[in-house]
């Protein structure tokens, strides 16, 4: 999957091209709008690094931590998108 991404910022907006896991997170962040995204919602190995990648690129995304009991209670990371994004091309599966 490739997809072509405007990101508005306060500036000038930043357009991406993301591939594979990349554009698949940034797919299920504009999915999951206010609700975010987990790990245990969203399977993907390493969804944190993702998310970090799409920081580093100029995305704005929150994280919000929220406990969890079970066999192994802790907490987890649900992570939100707040950059106003427009998706101007999508190649391959969505």
């Known amino acids: 999957m490739k997809i072509k991404a405007k990101i508005q910022t306060t500036d000038n ?34 969804l944190s690094h993702y998310v970090m990648t799409l920081r580093r690129k100029g995305v704005a995304i929150d994280t919000d931590m929220q406990a969890h009991g079970g066999a192994f209670p802790g907490e987890h990371g649900v992570y939100r998108l707040k950059s106003a994004v427009t998706i101007e091309q999508v190649e391959g599966h969505a």
Request: charged fraction near 25%.
């Open 13 to 46: 907006p930043i357009v991406l091209i993301l591939r594979g896991r990349l554009a698949w997170t940034l797919l299920e962040l504009i999915k999951a709008d206010d609700r975010g995204i987990t790990p245990l919602h969203n399977p993907a190995p390493r």
